[in-house]
């Protein structure tokens, strides 16, 4: 068995990859840490790694040298990397999303990241984009390959407010069984455009699980999934067997081209409706935040 982690700064991949490794009982390999090691570099902070090796290809090849030996040689890992989806054959590769926010509030939080040491949310947040800039640069100038694009990988999910938990069995269950959905959101970042319905009742068919070919369609925007149809689907996966939702990701005809559906939702949506749907769907809805932020704003001017 073998499994790709790929994904963006902060999206969990060391700590689903360590727990992945325990469950499965195959391998964990960090190529971060092998990046380090070779570069002999680890005095330096994260950005300053990543900019050095702009100009030292030789880091990036020995990694991937590493990588190549490892497909050759080894039969079941498990393998933290932004390009081991390019080099290593026959496995699961994962993408892991993260929204910045979140990715530098999890950085500045991790006290075991010795070399990413910030004063505060912004500057994290500017650092983890530079970052993430450099790889992407890098890798299209060495490989002409983009590590940002989703048909690379057999399966992305948005882990923002994600439990550790709930994405491991996720991947188990996927690296075990399979799985016929590519995409994953948890139900904490689904947005209702619609009001609640009333009186809604629930009933055995809603329950759908990880088997069935049950999948939501929403508009993606900053890892919030944007819902626009008929409540009944909505329904349904506020009630899926586990916290992540499988969905597909299409722009409704509704939203106006020239606006975000964050800015309308911001505008719109009422924190009474959101609470409502909270009570049905039994799941803290993040998007409460934003509507929060707003009022904030409000009272401010």
């Known amino acids: 068995m073998r499994i790709t982690l790929s994904g963006d700064l902060g999206s969990g991949k060391s700590a689903i990859g360590t727990r992945l490794s325990k469950q499965l009982g195959i391998p964990y390999i960090s190529t971060g840490r092998m990046f380090r090691e070779i570069g002999r570099i680890s005095n330096m902070d994260a950005l300053q790694v990543n900019l050095a090796a702009e100009d030292n290809s030789d880091i990036d090849f020995a990694v991937d040298s590493k990588i190549k030996e490892i497909d050759r040689n080894q039969s079941d890992f ?17 993408y892991l999303s993260v929204s910045p926010d979140t990715a530098a509030s999890r950085v500045m939080a991790d006290r075991s990241r010795a070399t990413e ?14 970052r993430r800039e450099s790889e992407s640069k890098r890798y299209r100038a060495l490989y002409g390959v983009d590590i940002d694009a989703l048909d690379n990988y057999d399966i992305v999910i948005i882990t923002d407010d994600a439990e550790i938990d709930g994405l491991v069995t996720l991947l188990v269950h996927v690296a075990e069984l399979g799985t016929r959905h590519k995409f994953w959101i948890p139900k904490t970042r689904l947005v209702p455009m619609v009001p609640p319905p009333s009186g809604a009742r629930i009933n055995s068919s809603s329950h759908f699980k990880l088997t069935d070919p049950f999948r939501l369609r929403i508009h993606v925007e900053h890892n919030f999934g944007f819902y626009f149809e008929n409540t009944n689907a909505l329904v349904s996966a506020f009630h899926y067997s586990e916290n992540l939702v499988p969905y597909v990701n299409e722009r409704p005809l509704s939203l106006p081209e020239n606006k975000e559906a964050v800015e309308i939702a911001k505008s719109e949506l009422r924190p009474g409706d959101l609470h409502e749907w909270e009570k049905l769907g039994g799941a803290r809805l993040s998007f409460l935040n934003r509507l929060e932020e707003r009022k904030a704003t409000s009272s401010i001017l």
């Open 78 to 94: 498990i393998i933290d990397s932004r390009l081991a989806w390019h080099f290593v054959h026959d496995a699961i590769k994962v």
């Open 117 to 130: 040491s910030y004063p505060d949310l912004d500057t994290a947040m500017d650092a983890l984009r530079r």
